[in-house]
């Protein structure tokens, strides 16, 4: 079957963005393929490259990094959450004039539309929020 | 037959929308916060088993909390679990 | 983009309208989906039938009104818009000056609502 995620929780309050990429790995690990996961409102902190955690934390990062990495799953996050909450790609960081990137450049920026595309083209959608 | 997922406290807005919806058949997945609703003998866990739907608790989610007293009709999952309850039921709900 | 295939969706707001930015995503989201064409129905539940308080005014706070974009809705094809019975009577709303028409649902209503759609999106 072909997945899709849509993840709201932030990575920074609770366990919820971290359940998210778990699931996605086992979603893999059980022979089906995730068409995409959307990152939305406070979900796209996701991307957030300069986050330092405690050292005796660990954060998501790594688990979406394994996800786009070895299994080439897209890694979107809605442009317009992601300006709001300071996560701006090279271009961004450009037009809007600020001096960097500041998100990981495992996350593509995207519209809503690609949400759409997603979840019209998937048999599932899961959304994780909270 | 829808998949529940419950990730806010048992007293929450969330909880109660869950309720007003849930029915025989459907299956219900406790995570984050959600997990104290999976605690043995409380009024929660005894309305949950009222519903007649499964109850499943993510069961890192639980240990990180210290619920260790799960009520006997909560059965507990991890992630894979989770994936496997999607597999059966076309749609989900997420409440939190 | 194209989103070649077409879905039936309902998305369930249940988050007040300014308490956090869900409600915006929500209907960011709606407006999207619909834009792209697909099948899309509309539930207020619980605290989320708080966005459909009339009078609103976002500007007070300098923020943009909810109320507002919501009233933009008919413009678009978005085929129903229903609310949670319950919390209506909570919350004493009047919707008669609402700018959709909203169909009102008890809770065995709203489950049978929600099982005739190909995906749920929770807000």
Not at chain 1, 12 to 33: K, L, N, P, Q, Y
Not at chain 1, 39 to 56: E, K, R
Not at chain 1, 73 to 95: N, P, Y
Not at chain 3, 102 to 116: F, S
């Amino acid at each position: 079957m072909i997945y899709s995620l849509l993840v709201l929780s932030s990575p920074f309050s609770g366990h919820c963005s971290r359940t998210a990429a778990a699931f996605a790995h086992c979603v893999i690990t059980r022979g089906h393929t995730v068409r995409r996961v959307f990152f939305l409102d406070a979900g796209t902190l996701a991307s957030a490259a300069n986050s330092v955690s405690a050292q005796d934390e660990d954060t998501s990062m790594k688990d979406w990094a394994e996800l786009a990495n070895q299994h080439g799953v897209e890694l979107a996050i809605c442009i317009t959450s992601a300006l709001k909450h300071g996560m701006l790609d090279q271009v961004e960081a450009d037009r809007n004039e600020r001096p960097f990137p500041t998100i990981d450049s495992l996350f593509m920026m995207s519209g809503l539309g690609q949400l759409v595309d997603a979840y019209a083209n998937s048999d599932r959608l899961i959304t994780f929020g909270g | 037959m829808i998949l529940h997922t419950l990730n806010a406290s048992p007293s929450s807005s969330a909880f109660e929308d869950c309720l007003k919806t849930i029915a025989e058949g459907d299956a219900i997945v406790l995570m984050g916060d959600g997990v104290y609703a999976a605690i043995a003998h409380t009024e929660v866990s005894r309305v949950l088993e009222d519903t007649g739907a499964a109850l499943y608790v993510i069961a890192d989610d639980a240990m990180a909390a210290g619920v260790l007293n799960i009520s006997a009709a909560v059965s507990s999952i991890d992630i894979s679990g989770f994936v496997v309850l999607t597999e059966t039921f076309p749609l989900q709900q997420a409440w939190y | 983009m194209t989103a070649v295939t077409k879905k039936t969706i309902l998305i369930v707001l249940r988050h007040s309208p300014y308490g956090s930015g869900l409600a915006k995503a929500a209907l960011n989201t709606a407006l999207a989906s619909a834009a792209f064409d697909q099948s899309l129905d509309l539930l207020f539940m619980g605290n989320g039938v708080l966005q459909l308080q009339p009078d609103q005014d976002g500007r007070v706070k300098g923020v943009k009104d909810v109320g507002r974009q919501l009233a933009s809705l008919p413009l678009y094809d978005i085929n129903h818009v229903y609310v949670d019975a319950q919390a209506v009577e909570r919350y004493n709303m009047d919707l008669s000056k609402s700018p959709v028409e909203i169909r009102r649902l008890d809770g065995p209503e709203i489950r049978q609502l929600m099982i005739c759609y190909d995906h749920l999106l929770g807000f």
